[in-house]
């Protein structure tokens, strides 16, 4: 499995933008819970969103609830993460993930050891 994280750049604060993963592999995305996360240097990485295959369970970080909605198209095998009302904390590096699960109607959790494979990142910068 091969995740491609796009759609990072700069912005000013209050403004939007869009990330995009797509899914490539000798298997099936809507097999895969999919997650956001996000690191800036020298912390952990952080949770930001989750959802599972499905699409019914969904989660947010408390720091982004009501900002930041995830999506997943699965014809085009691909992940998004919408992010509103941007502020210069949500600056950092942000990564795609994918957990494989045996069932979609499995929920998802907001872990990153739970999950399998990772994107390269993506930088996102909010400006004040």
């Known amino acids: 499995v091969q995740l491609q994280a796009s759609g990072g750049g700069l912005v000013q604060a209050g403004g939007s933008l869009r990330l995009s993963c797509i899914f490539s592999?000798?298997?099936?995305?809507?097999?895969?819970?999919m997650a956001w996360f996000r690191q800036t240097a020298g912390k952990e990485r952080e949770f930001v969103a989750s959802m599972n295959a499905r699409g019914t369970s969904i989660f947010y970080s408390d720091s982004v609830k009501g900002r930041f909605t995830v999506s997943r198209e699965n014809a085009r095998n691909t992940a998004y993460l919408q992010m509103n009302s941007l502020a210069p904390e949500d600056t950092a590096v942000y990564y795609c993930a994918a957990q494989r699960v045996t069932s979609v109607f499995y929920t998802v959790g907001t872990s990153s050891r739970e999950f399998d494979y990772w994107g390269q990142g993506t930088l996102v910068t909010v400006s004040s």
């Open positions: 592999g000798r298997t099936f995305f809507e097999s895969h819970n």
